[in-house]
């Protein structure tokens, strides 16, 4: 049986271990190690059922270790994914949908986390560590891109891009065939009507440039 460690003991952590424990290969496939966190505090006075156990950073994974990053913030979960990865460590996709919530011709990237309630249609493309939070709709022939961070409650029309590192935050809607660029940031509950550059923040109804 494999060993599971959550990285990031965090709020997203902690969802992300709720939903660990509700998946069907939960003491089946796979057993909880705990949390790798570099904030050995993080747990204090919150008792989850699981500690932290070391720093991602510094652990050395075992044969039998896989891990999911549950970091909120693209360029945080780049920084402890990597250092995983180049010591071979294994990061599968996690998702527990019933059967109909995600769709045929689904590229889910490894490491990448769905939540509950995520609706996927066809030929839908979730690249590598994108984290995807509860009752958010993604319409056909959208790509998301790697280390993308998608809120909760989110619509995403058909067609649209998703650039890599992008930050979606909930209630927003991304008409289709919209592009979001690489490492762009969408307000709460803004909707997005054209093209976002990379790197820039919009808000607003129809969404603008803020910054």
Known sequence: ?????????????????????????????????????????????????????????????????????AVGLPKG???????????????????????GWISVRVRIGRGA???????VSPDVHIGDFANIHSATIISHDVCIGDYAQIGAMVFI???????DQAIVYPNATIIPGVSIGKGATVGAGSVVVKDVPAGVTVFGNPARIIF
């Open 1 to 69: 049986m494999k060993r599971l460690y959550i990285i990031g003991a965090g709020g997203w952590g902690r969802e992300v271990l709720v939903l660990l424990q509700d998946h069907t290969d939960y003491d089946r496939e796979w057993m909880l190690a705990g949390f790798l966190d570099t904030r050995p505090h993080m747990l204090d006075d919150i008792d989850c059922g699981f500690s932290i156990v070391g720093n991602p950073l510094s652990h050395q994974p075992q044969e039998d270790d896989i891990f999911v990053c």
């Open 77 to 99: 979960r780049q920084q402890f994914v990597c250092p995983i990865l180049n010591k071979g460590g294994e990061f599968p996709a996690l998702h527990d949908a019933p059967q």
């Open 113 to 119: 986390i769905l939540s509950h309630r995520v609706q």
């Open 157 to 163: 029309g058909g067609g649209a891009q998703i650039g």
